[in-house]
């Protein structure tokens, strides 16, 4: 797993064929929050469902369709890198009012999500509870990225 600073170092260097054209640099961050406590699993199936909602209401977060040498066309992804942070649940609710506060793009996920097996299922899961007694195990947020910053304070670098 490579750090937040080869990240966004990653992310500055020219996509493609090398170029002397200036680094790509990003004023924004797209990341997941997690709860520390989750199996690997869950990690992963959190991580999937929360970043599938921000290019529908954030569309300038997703890249042009990629192409092979063949032609063969494959969707289209995130533009920029995808920071993944872990945290307690304390700093997780903390980071969810933090985000809320600066009415940040965010989508949840929450413990109940477990035992749901579809979208309506979910999305009644959510509403069913108030905003302060989510039991959140992750979050993934967007913007300027020193309000993303803010609102990950206190979270880590996923390992």
Known sequence: MRTEDETEAGARMETGARSEKAPVR????????????????????VT???????????PEVIGEPYADADKTEYLPMFRQPVLVFEATKETLTAAHGRALSRSLPRAVFTSELFRTGNDRDNRAAVRAVGRDQLDLVGLA??????AVDKVLKGARMHP
């Open 48 to 58: 999937a469902f929360l970043v599938s909602g921000l290019g529908t209401v954030s």
């Open 26 to 45: 990003f004023d924004t961050k797209i990341a997941v929050l997690l709860r520390d406590d989750l199996e690997s699993w869950q990690r992963l199936n």
């Open 141 to 146: 947020i967007y913007g300027p990225r020193n």
